[in-house]
């Protein structure tokens, strides 16, 4: 990028005002734009650091800007295919995400985690088994996990490691973005109302092997049918795992124990009920795709493990709250697709009332319905898919649902319908949108109605 390039940022979250920060580093001209019209171009400003000389227009874009912007920089809320992008590429402007505006500095290896679930987790563990060998002034752990990958990539160094969980949003306008290693740990569908078909979705998802090539590491769930079928295609080394079933080559479960297996010879990593904090099959998925990813970035065994045994759930992620009352409470609100609530269901173990609900993004909930598998006493529907999830229920046969109006009055039924020996489980299947800012809002104020609990 060349000094004084005419730069738009499309987009005032966390991703747009990094991206403004480091455009202006390299000493871009730069625009900030958001079409909120209730917000105003002081607000806007408001939100960049001091001393920024970044233009901050609110509403309708002006023509002169359209035409003179030379690359567009896109938050990954902002779709591809609008209108204004799309004119905005016909004349002549490059367009790229955040993630690739990073990458643009980028001085270290990078390891990159896609996947519909599990991402969080598991590259969350990643940073905790990278920081361990490398040190913690060695790692940045960035992307769809809250931190921006603009707000750190002048940090890195040649001995350094990025560690980036990566969604399709931010894998559709990725061009020169090159990890070392990288997973895709499942694909099923998922922000369909945005991706439009599945076709386009799983495409956004296998971009992110996109640079790579056969001396490099893609880590593939076996067991998922999307990843299972492009290892065959995939440009670089595949290296699968497996909950279900024993590979010749691999990493798979095997009753309780983890093994690792090349060419057939086998190796004992790890009990899974000793050795790991974290519940459920989902979890463990998790875990063998840190494992195969760390192995493959030279990490030793005995350094893997040791993070792995100390490592506790991730926040929203099937995280046990407290027991009230002889209740379990369980925070799962990053279930915010049906494949994900139903690994929230597994987990369980106990009769559970089961909190649903949310914004509508064009999913279908046949799936997670059948999970019950008798597990689930009570389903508390809110949001606007409520009477969707319900219409759904009753088709499967299950009629024990109940309907609140507001996320308070839902938190005391539940409380009303458990009894000791049951649990509570806050595990949606739905984005949070039109209830709550982000599916953390809708998780903290659960853990803070439990802990008031008497």
């Not at 940022?9 to 966390?14: D, L, N, R």
């Not at 369980?330 to 649903?356: C, E, F, H, V, W």
């Not at 649902?401 to 539940?414: G, P």
């Amino acid at each position: 990028m060349k000094k004084g390039e005419k730069c738009l940022v499309i987009g005032s979250g966390i991703s747009g005002i990094g991206s403004v920060g480091l455009l202006e580093h390299m000493e871009a001209e730069v625009v900030l734009y958001d079409s909120n019209e209730k917000m105003t171009a002081e607000e806007l400003r408001e939100k960049l650091p001091e001393g920024s000389r970044a233009l901050c227009v609110v509403g309708e874009l002006p023509e002169t800007i359209r035409q003179e912007t030379e690359t567009v920089v896109l938050s990954p809320g902002v779709p591809v295919d609008i209108p204004l992008v799309e004119e905005l590429r016909a004349n002549g402007a490059k367009i790229m995400g955040e993630i690739e505006l990073g990458y643009q500095l980028e001085k270290g290896r990078v390891v990159a985690i896609t996947g519909t679930n599990g991402k969080t987790t598991t590259t969350t563990l990643m940073g905790e088994i990278m920081k361990a060998h490398l040190g913690a002034d060695k790692v940045f752990v960035v992307g769809n996990i809250g931190n921006p990958y603009t707000s750190e990539c002048l940090k890195t160094a040649a001995d350094t490691v990025t560690v980036g969980e990566i969604s399709s949003f931010q894998l559709e306008t990725i061009r020169d973005f090159h990890p070392a290693v990288s997973a895709i740990l499942n694909i099923t569908p998922d922000h369909l109302n945005r991706h439009h078909t599945m076709e386009a979705y799983v495409k956004a998802k296998e971009n992110i092997t996109m640079n790579q090539g056969p001396e490099e590491t893609c880590v593939l769930n076996y067991e998922n049918g999307y990843t299972r079928e492009f290892g065959s295609r995939c440009p670089a080394k595949a290296v699968y795992f497996s909950s279900v079933r024993e590979l010749k080559d691999g990493y798979f479960l095997r009753g309780d124990k983890i093994i690792k297996s090349e060419a057939g010879k086998e190796q004992e990593i790890m009990d899974i009920h000793k050795d790991m904090n974290l519940v459920g099959i989902c979890n463990v998925e998790n875990v063998m795709a840190a494992i195969a990813i760390a192995e493959n970035m030279g990490v030793p065994m005995e350094t893997i493990l040791a993070v792995i045994k100390n490592f506790h759930a991730v926040e929203h992620r099937i995280e046990f709250v407290a027991t009230k009352g002889g209740v379990d409470y369980y925070n799962d609100s990053k279930g915010t697709n049906p494949d994900a609530a139903i690994q929230g269901i597994r987990a369980m173990s106990k009769p559970t009332i089961l909190i649903g609900g949310g914004y509508d993004k064009q999913s279908e909930y046949d799936e997670w319905i059948e999970s019950f598998d008798g597990k689930v006493k009570w389903l508390v529907l809110i949001g606007q898919t409520r009477e969707k999830i319900a219409e759904c229920a009753r088709k499967h046969g299950f009629d024990k649902i109940r309907f609140a109006d507001t996320y308070e009055e839902c938190l005391k039924l539940c409380t009303q319908l458990a009894e000791s020996g049951d649990a509570v489980l806050l595990s949606p299947a739905c984005a949070s949108w039109g209830m709550f800012p982000n599916y953390e809002v809708r998780g903290e104020q659960f853990k803070e109605y439990v802990k008031s609990l008497a």
